[in-house]
T-cell receptor, first 109, second 116 residues
Framework: RKEVEQDPGPFNVPEGATVAFNCTYSNSASQSFFWYRQDCRKEPKLLMSVYSSGNEDGRFTAQLNRASQYISLLIRDSKLSDSATYLCVVNTNNNDMRFGAGTRLTVKP | NAGVTQTPKFRVLKTGQSMTLLCAQDMNHEYMYWYRQDPGMGLRLIHYSVGEGTTAKGEVPDGYNVSRLKKQNFLLGLESAAPSQTSVYFC???????????????FGPGTRLTVT
């Protein structure tokens, strides 16, 4: 079983739609959680950290459920520029981060 | 401020050849990392370094060696390349938790390596 699992997609949605991505992790000792965004043939970049209380950044909302070992990312009012692969990232005890394989999103006009 | 840079951007090797990938960062980060990214696998950590002169194995270290002689540079070596090492290699850097910094990792643009 992979340490971090994501639905690979692809998710194809129209502009303006709301889309949600899920991620599960296997190590209950995991301490830090992130969503990264990766554009085609580019490097990953941090989208947002995920806090226990949940957090929001504009159209993006991230939530963490430690009991279920589950992280989510919600994107509201999707834009064409949101098309990318979204990587779920989990850190256990040091800077050894474990990445999910990513969920691909395509937003269409 | 260039951030994290990697050289070369592309490389084709024959089986058995050796090469070194160079990563440089100008953000004074303590930690540096080498990952490989393969389709359907996500990024996997090869080796990492928590400071100048120190290195440690990650998830998939076999067939690779690293060195961190200067804080700003992290080298990844392939002594005898194999087709299984065909991949995209990303270098990253971050502050350490001890300094109260974020875990956010900053990535270089990647090196596309093909081993034939």
């Amino acid at each position: 079983r992979k340490e971090v699992e994501q639905d690979p997609g692809p998710f194809n949605v129209p502009e303006g739609a709301t889309v949600a991505f899920n991620c599960t992790y296997s190590n209950s000792a995991s301490q830090s959680f992130f969503w990264y965004r990766q554009d085609c043939r580019k490097e990953p970049k941090l989208l947002m950290s995920v806090y226990s209380s949940g957090n929001e950044d504009g159209r993006f909302t991230a939530q963490l459920n430690r009991a279920s070992q589950y992280i989510s990312l919600l994107i509201r009012d999707s834009k064409l520029s949101d098309s990318a692969t979204y990587l779920c990232v989990v850190n256990t005890n040091n800077n050894d981060m474990r990445f999910g394989a990513g969920t691909r999103l395509t937003v269409k006009p | 401020n260039a951030g994290v840079t990697q050289t070369p951007k592309f490389r084709v090797l024959k089986t058995g050849q050796s090469m070194t990938l160079l990563c440089a960062q100008d953000m004074n980060h303590e930690y540096m990392y080498w990952y490989r990214q393969d389709p359907g696998m996500g990024l996997r950590l090869i080796h990492y370094s928590v400071g100048e002169g120190t290195t440690a194995k990650g998830e998939v270290p076999d067939g690779y060696n690293v060195s961190r002689l200067k804080k700003q540079n992290f080298l990844l070596g392939l002594e005898s390349a194999a087709p299984s090492q065909t991949s995209v290699y990303f270098c990253a850097s971050s502050y350490s938790r001890r300094t109260g910094g974020s875990y956010e990792q900053y990535f270089g643009p990647g090196t596309r390596l093909t081993v034939t």
